[in-house]
């Protein structure tokens, strides 16, 4: 009698349980060192719009993509937020390829003066950009003006048009918070 035939059927079943479990084994293990690049794609959105209306933020992985976005989520709480302020760019020259954040507000045109501040962020890694900007767009007669450290403190900048290398005033990839007038 073979030792095959001396098992019960129940250590036959378990004998095939385990071998089903060890031929797949491999296929689960390929499944799960997959999750986190897939994890990793999703999040891995590096372009935002923050809506200074409704404080949210809402990302994608095209600038497009995020716009679309931040419209379909004011248009669920009714403010639409459509209006350009400011945008930042990971890298220098108004480059998107590093990934953006964009500033909205709703029919909003900037004063001339520098006072009183329009919009203050004090976190900007809250929106997940502190110490990445490298250049900035300002639109709507906005400018900007950087600070070193989150809630508007240590060195600040002066104030910023356009300029599209922050390198050249010492503000590449430092700013932590900043304020739009």
């Not at 891995?44 to 931040?70: I, K, P, R």
């Not at 379909?72 to 108004?94: H, K, P, W």
């Not at 953006?100 to 909003?108: C, K, L, M, Q």
């Amino acid at each position: 009698m073979s030792k095959l035939e001396q098992l019960t059927p129940k250590a036959v079943t378990r004998g095939r349980t385990l071998i089903a479990a060890l031929l797949t084994l491999p296929a689960v293990l390929g499944f799960v060192a997959l999750a986190p690049a897939a994890a990793q794609g999703a999040t891995g959105a590096d372009h935002c719009v923050v809506n200074l209306v409704t404080d949210e933020v809402s990302c994608a992985s095209t600038q497009a993509a995020a716009f679309a976005e931040d419209r379909a989520a004011s248009a669920e709480v009714g403010v639409l937020a459509d209006t350009v302020l400011i945008t930042m760019y990971d890298r220098t020259n108004y480059d998107p390829a590093g990934g953006t954040r964009s500033f909205v507000a709703t029919n909003y045109t900037c004063t001339a003066a520098y006072s009183p501040v329009e919009f203050s962020v004090d976190y900007l890694d809250a929106a997940g950009w502190s110490n990445r900007a490298s250049s900035v767009h300002t639109y709507r007669s906005c400018d900007i003006k950087l600070w070193d450290s989150v809630t508007l403190s240590g060195a600040s900048s002066t104030w910023i048009d356009n300029l599209a290398n922050l390198g050249t005033i010492g503000w590449s990839n430092r700013a932590g918070s900043y304020q739009i007038s």
